[in-house]
């Protein structure tokens, strides 16, 4: 039976009707509606949906157990930060403000105890960042955990080959306290670019985007009777802070690093020279019928 371009539609949102599960028929009729659409407003060749196709190939053929490109696709189009923004109008808006998982979080970051350094290759300034797990009413959440990975002061992840960085660098598993205090060692990182050695970078590169985040370290908070929480601490006045590739930065996210020359309080951490100090306060959502 001939099927005409304004017919087609219809024709393939009868086909999922029948799909048993609603919010999957849901989905794939949603889809279906916004993928023509997109085709009948764009209007490409068959040529020009062949390269289309070849890039979401080799976007699948990029990924591996430590490099996921489509989530970086996701990431450069704006879509997993409007994915985490929908997601916490859900719950309630006192909670720290969720953003992108990002490509990094590949390897298990290894369990470490309060106050251990992440920086596993003794950068010149040590930096303290210390913080504490609430609940949107102001109680700590006792023995919480936080997940932490971050670029080093280069700019490098230790699953980046050429930094040639022990594995585990800049990553960390901690358990907070009975007052659901955290703190670590580590080092301010550095601004860098996401990976773009694959499609995504060749995207970046015909759109004249750059591919630049600014400076920040990554947190997973979790606690029994929570919903977790994945989250960005940016560095304040960090280069890119406000033109972030992947759209992720928000000003309640933005938090001072600042330069402490006091001994005393140096000692306090075990140091006994000035170091960077950063605090980042983290609030966790009670999870359904907890």
Known sequence: MDVTSEEATDVVVEAFSKTPDPRLREVLVSATRHLHA????????????EVAIDF?????HKSDDVRQEFMLLSDVFGVTMLVETLESLRHSNATTAATVLGPFHMTVSPRRELGE????????????VEGTVT????EPIPHATVDVWQADSEGFYDVQTEAGLPEGNGRGFFTADENGAFWFRTVVPAFY???TDGPVGELLRASARHPYRPAHIHFIADAPGFLPITTHCFVADSPYIDEDAVFAVKSSLITPFERNDDLVAASRFGLDQPF???????????????
């Open 193 to 195: 670019p996401i990976p």
């Open 56 to 60: 979401l190939t080799r976007t699948g």
């Open 276 to 290: 960077d100090h950063a605090r980042f306060d983290i609030v966790l959502a009670p999870a359904e019928g907890a």
């Open 135 to 138: 609940s949107v009413t102001g």
């Open 38 to 49: 997109f085709v009948q407003e764009v209007d490409p060749t068959m040529a020009e949906w």
């Open 117 to 128: 350094s992440i920086d596993e290759i003794g950068s010149a300034v040590p930096c303290i």
